[in-house]
């Protein structure tokens, strides 16, 4: 069973910075990673993805030139940067593998999932 856990979620002010992290009980090394956001009362929404083995990204609009996902291999981490982060960046983020991360796209099924970190943006 793949175990994922996210953390570094907490209470930071708009235009604030976070990172957020996500381990796996398996090698993350080849696999796509994805991570999501679900805000108060809404649906969960991808909004980044990383392809470990060539680092190609996706983002989505929504995050797009605020948020960058990476990875550190060796410590089988990805990582979600958040920057110039904004009121309705609240809500619980999730990080997932076994999906589809591509260019321009990330695939909305994903196989195992983390328990989630909150982040709450409050003035």
């Known amino acids: 069973q793949v175990q994922l856990v996210e953390s570094g979620g907490g209470l930071v002010q708009p235009g604030e910075s976070l990172r957020l992290s996500c381990t796996g009980s398996?090698?993350?090394?080849?696999?796509?990673i994805g991570w999501f956001h679900q805000a108060p009362g809404k649906e969960r929404e991808g909004i980044g993805c990383?392809?470990?083995?060539?680092?190609?990204?996706f983002y989505s609009d929504s995050v797009k030139g605020r948020f960058t996902v990476s990875s550190d291999k060796p410590k089988n981490m990805v990582y979600l940067q958040m920057a110039n982060i904004k009121l309705e960046d609240t809500g619980v983020y999730f990080c997932?593998?076994?999906?589809?991360?591509?260019?321009?796209?990330?695939?909305?099924?994903?196989?195992?999932w983390g328990q989630g970190t909150h982040v709450t943006v409050s003035t």
């Open positions: 990383i392809r470990n083995n060539n680092g190609l990204t």
């Open positions: 398996n090698d993350l090394k080849y696999t796509a």
């Open positions: 997932a593998i076994g999906g589809v991360c591509g260019s321009d796209y990330m695939g909305p099924r994903w196989d195992y």
